[in-house]
C-alpha cells in the first residue's frame, strides 16, 4: 500500500525535504500524485532510499550514488565495477583520514605551546595569523612573558 513522504521518511530516515532533493537529482524516481497533489511511494521507493541513506552513511557523494543505484537495478552488472566504485571510496576516506589526523596533530601541538591563562598571547592565534606555515616560534616563548 502506497505511503504519504511524512511516512516514508519515518521509515526511512531520510527528511521529506532530502527525499524531495532525490527525485529532483534523479535518485528517486518522481511518485504518483494523489489528486489533492500529495506524493505516493510503494515499497520499491521506500528500498531505494533505504539504498541512499546507506549509501550516504557510507560518506558516498551523490555522482556515486547515482552510480551505484544504476549498478543495482542493472541485474547483468559487474560486481567488478560496484568493488572499484568502493575501492576508490575507500581511498579517498583513506586520504580524508590523514589530512584530518594531520590537522589534529598540528592542533594538538598548538594548544600544548598555549598557557591558557589570561595573557594575550596565543600560539593559536599566531599559527592561524600565518600567510606560510613557520616553524613555530611566537609572542609566548619571547622574553615578554
Do not use: V
Given at each position: 500500500m502506497p505511503i504519504n513522504i511524512g511516512e516514508a521518511s519515518k521509515q526511512t530516515g531520510v527528511s521529506a525535504k532530502m527525499i524531495r532533493h532525490y527525485e529532483g537529482l534523479g535518485l528517486l524516481?518522481?511518485?504518483p500524485r494523489t489528486e489533492s497533489g500529495y506524493r505516493l511511494y510503494d515499497a520499491d521507493a521506500v528500498h531505494t532510499l533505504h539504498f541512499i541513506r546507506r549509501a550516504r552513511d557510507l560518506g558516498f557523494g551523490m555522482a556515486d550514488i547515482a552510480q551505484l543505484l544504476d549498478l543495482w537495478r542493472n541485474r547483468r552488472r559487474s560486481s567488478a565495477a560496484v568493488k572499484k566504485l568502493a575501492m576508490t571510496h575507500v581511498a579517498e576516506l583513506?586520504?580524508?583520514?590523514?589530512?584530518?589526523?594531520?590537522?589534529?596533530?598540528?592542533?594538538?601541538?598548538?594548544?600544548?605551546?598555549?598557557?591558557?591563562?589570561?595573557?594575550?598571547?596565543?600560539?593559536?592565534?599566531?599559527d592561524l595569523a600565518k600567510a606560510e606555515k613557520p616553524p613555530v616560534a611566537d609572542c609566548c616563548t619571547s622574553s615578554s612573558r
Open positions: 524516481p518522481a511518485p583513506q586520504a580524508r583520514i590523514e589530512a584530518l589526523e594531520a590537522m589534529k596533530r598540528t592542533l594538538s601541538e598548538l594548544a600544548e605551546q598555549c598557557h591558557g591563562d589570561d595573557r594575550a598571547c596565543c600560539p593559536i592565534l599566531d
